[in-house]
Nanobody, 126 residues
Framework: QVQLVESGGGLVQAGGSLRLSCTTS????????MGWFRQAPGKEREWVAA????????YYADSVKGRFTISRDNAKNTVYLQMNSLKPEDTGVYYC???????????????????WGQGTQVTVSS
């Protein structure tokens, strides 16, 4: 079984930055592609970003492209989400996920991942 734990959430002003971390244990981290999702109150879970096993390929939702950066350090079993120029609409619970999505469709969907963290709250004030 794989366990994922997110950290780094908090309260920031609009225009500020946060870096989220997700540390994985239980299996070989480099065996999995990793994704970040978020869920705002009353809304569906939304895909944010994904990164390939090696870290050579990254993908972003249009809403965060140019502001967020996903990266990974396989030696530390950790994936990161650097969030800059934060907006109030970025507010939500952020989740990391591990899996083996095979297509662009599954990469962007919750069902494309097998393991999930418990989430970390990000609140952006206006």
């Amino acid at each position: 079984q794989v366990q994922l734990v997110e950290s780094g959430g908090g309260l920031v002003q609009a225009g500020g930055s946060l870096r989220l971390s997700c540390t994985t244990s239980g299996r070989t981290f480099s065996s999995y592609a990793m994704g970040w999702f978020r869920q705002a109150p009353g809304k569906e879970r939304e895909w944010v970003a994904a990164i390939s096993r090696s870290g050579d390929n990254t993908y972003y939702a249009d809403s965060v492209k140019g502001r967020f950066t996903i990266s990974r350090d396989n030696a530390k079993n950790t994936v990161y989400l650097q969030m800059n120029s934060l907006k109030p609409e970025d507010t939500g619970v952020y989740y990391c996920a591990a899996g083996s999505p095979r297509t662009t469709t599954t990469m962007r969907a919750a069902y494309g991942y097998d393991y999930w963290g418990q989430g970390t709250q990000v609140t952006v004030s206006s």
